[in-house]
């Protein structure tokens, strides 16, 4: 398997200083930003715009932890030809910029309370972008805003690490939709190679299609009110077994609901072959599970668990942040340190553990908890289209094709998902109103 060339830009050890004050305040009824929110717009053209918080360091000797990552890019050979080509409807420069406030958006009494820019700072993307070799482009103090100290306010320092790293990846892609048991491609350019097979089955009781109209007075009806049974197993080319998903906890509509709710979520169990067993013996290595959560747009939210037992020699499980997936318009779930690391700082919850391995020793292949970054992602369509997963795998995590064949069972699984977690319909037969 021949990998894609990616490139990790990673943007960390954060940190913001007034040189000259212990608190600081730029204006006049804006609290000192030793006790107010500072945050940062880290911008790069051509991609989403991140938002996240920066440590106000009031003591000239204090540093921001070296190795913290606040946010990261992941450049294809495609993007960096974007960001060097001139374009009519940019300069002819492309930047990352990262501009800095303090204070929060919210509003008091119906008067809205706006953030206070402290200043920005720009990186040229230069010909270095494009050699794919590891290589820091700026760590340490650098100051934004004015040039000048004026009317006595020192100039505000941002503390910034900005990194180049590659990151190669293996890229898939379901061939057909995932229940019509399809092949799995590897994409390395126009070429396309198949690498697995999928296989979807599902029980006599789920043979059904459970979400079409049913007739009235139909005796399907119960078979309508529950989804189990679904069974997906990956298979190499010689037609072995390498991974499979199942459907351990049925999918069925909560109590006074007519949709699969977070109380009771459907889940799926994700394993690998065992290989002390025979054929058909499993080993666990993670648990799927999915809701639905209704609102102005419906969405399908997955809870991804790590089944840990062996690793790192205590056992226990790692739990991944919840990732929210449009129904209609489908989404990306994904595995990223750090973005679901933010994720859990955001929610003050404890950073998640690194990762391990599907590889049968059960670890990452020795790769320490410096690694994180980019696992997996898998982006797939919505109710409203038939999709076909397009998955990505980071190459650091797949040292042979039973490695990847895991992460095929898991994007199948979430797939599926989207179809087990659409609203139970239920024709209600009306008889005749009789008045007195």
């Given at each position: 398997m021949d990998p894609q060339a990616f490139i990790r830009l990673s943007i960390g050890s954060l940190g913001l200083r007034i040189p000259g004050t212990n608190v600081g305040s730029l204006k006049p009824g804006i609290p000192p930003l030793s006790s107010s929110l500072c945050s940062c717009e880290i911008r790069l053209r051509g991609f989403p715009t991140q938002t996240t918080t920066i440590p106000f360091f009031s003591s000239p000797e204090a540093t921001p932890d070296s190795h913290s990552i606040a946010s990261s890019f992941y450049l294809e050979e495609s993007d960096l030809r974007a960001l060097s080509a001139p374009s009519c409807f940019y300069n002819s420069?492309?930047?990352?910029?990262?501009?800095?406030?303090?204070?929060?958006?919210?509003?008091r009494c119906g008067v809205g309370i706006k953030r206070q820019q402290v200043g920005t700072f720009r990186l040229g993307v230069g010909p270095?972008?494009?050699?794919?070799?590891?290589?820091?482009?700026?760590?340490?103090?650098?100051?934004?805003?004015?040039?000048?100290?004026?009317?006595?306010?020192?100039?505000?320092?941002?503390?910034?690490?900005?990194?180049?790293?590659?990151?190669?990846?293996?890229?898939?892609?379901?061939?057909?939709?995932?229940?019509l048991s399809p092949q799995i491609v590897q994409l390395q350019g126009s070429i396309k190679q198949p690498i697995f097979s999928c296989k979807f089955s599902r029980d006599r009781v789920s043979q059904v299609d459970p979400w079409s109209s049913a007739p009235?007075?139909?005796?399907?009806?119960?078979?309508?009110?529950?989804?189990?049974?679904?069974?997906?197993?990956?298979?190499?080319?010689?037609?072995?077994?390498v991974a499979a998903a199942f459907i351990t906890t049925p999918f069925v509509p909560s109590s006074g609901c007519g949709w699969v709710a977070r109380s009771n979520p459907g889940a799926w169990l994700i394993v690998r072959p065992d290989p002390c067993g025979g054929p058909e013996a499993w080993q666990p290595w993670g648990k799927l599970e999915a809701w639905r959560e209704r609102g102005m747009r419906d969405s399908v939210c997955c809870r991804f668990r790590l089944l840990s037992e062996g690793v790192w020699g205590g056992g226990g499980e790692v739990l991944l942040p919840e990732i929210s997936i449009n129904a209609e318009r489908g989404g990306e779930f994904f595995i990223d340190t750090d973005k679901q690391a933010k994720a859990a700082n955001n929610a003050q919850q404890a950073s998640p553990s690194p990762i391990p391995s599907p590889h049968s020793s059960g670890d990452f292949a020795g790769l320490g908890p410096a690694v994180g970054g980019f696992v997996m992602s898998c982006r797939i369509q919505g109710e409203a289209k038939n999709s076909k997963p397009l998955v990505h795998l980071a190459m650091r995590h797949v040292t042979c094709v039973e490695d990847a064949a895991i992460f095929m069972a898991l994007a199948a699984a979430v797939d599926l998902s989207i179809e087990a977690c659409k609203p139970f319909r239920r024709r209600i037969r009306r008889g005749p109103r009789h008045s007195m």
């Amino acid at each position: 398997m021949d990998p894609q060339a990616f490139i990790r830009l990673s943007i960390g050890s954060l940190g913001l200083r007034i040189p000259g004050t212990n608190v600081g305040s730029l204006k006049p009824g804006i609290p000192p930003l030793s006790s107010s929110l500072c945050s940062c717009e880290i911008r790069l053209r051509g991609f989403p715009t991140q938002t996240t918080t920066i440590p106000f360091f009031s003591s000239p000797e204090a540093t921001p932890d070296s190795h913290s990552i606040a946010s990261s890019f992941y450049l294809e050979e495609s993007d960096l030809r974007a960001l060097s080509a001139p374009s009519c409807f940019y300069n002819s420069q492309a930047y990352l910029e990262i501009t800095v406030f303090t204070g929060k958006k919210e509003s008091r009494c119906g008067v809205g309370i706006k953030r206070q820019q402290v200043g920005t700072f720009r990186l040229g993307v230069g010909p270095e972008w494009s050699e794919g070799k590891p290589l820091t482009l700026l760590s340490g103090w650098i100051g934004i805003g004015k040039s000048k100290v004026e009317a006595g306010k020192p100039v505000a320092e941002l503390h910034v690490r900005v990194k180049l790293d590659p990151d190669p990846r293996y890229v898939f892609q379901f061939d057909d939709v995932t229940r019509l048991s399809p092949q799995i491609v590897q994409l390395q350019g126009s070429i396309k190679q198949p690498i697995f097979s999928c296989k979807f089955s599902r029980d006599r009781v789920s043979q059904v299609d459970p979400w079409s109209s049913a007739p009235e007075g139909s005796n399907q009806d119960h078979e309508r009110r529950e989804r189990k049974g679904w069974k997906v197993k990956i298979h190499d080319l010689s037609g072995s077994a390498v991974a499979a998903a199942f459907i351990t906890t049925p999918f069925v509509p909560s109590s006074g609901c007519g949709w699969v709710a977070r109380s009771n979520p459907g889940a799926w169990l994700i394993v690998r072959p065992d290989p002390c067993g025979g054929p058909e013996a499993w080993q666990p290595w993670g648990k799927l599970e999915a809701w639905r959560e209704r609102g102005m747009r419906d969405s399908v939210c997955c809870r991804f668990r790590l089944l840990s037992e062996g690793v790192w020699g205590g056992g226990g499980e790692v739990l991944l942040p919840e990732i929210s997936i449009n129904a209609e318009r489908g989404g990306e779930f994904f595995i990223d340190t750090d973005k679901q690391a933010k994720a859990a700082n955001n929610a003050q919850q404890a950073s998640p553990s690194p990762i391990p391995s599907p590889h049968s020793s059960g670890d990452f292949a020795g790769l320490g908890p410096a690694v994180g970054g980019f696992v997996m992602s898998c982006r797939i369509q919505g109710e409203a289209k038939n999709s076909k997963p397009l998955v990505h795998l980071a190459m650091r995590h797949v040292t042979c094709v039973e490695d990847a064949a895991i992460f095929m069972a898991l994007a199948a699984a979430v797939d599926l998902s989207i179809e087990a977690c659409k609203p139970f319909r239920r024709r209600i037969r009306r008889g005749p109103r009789h008045s007195m």
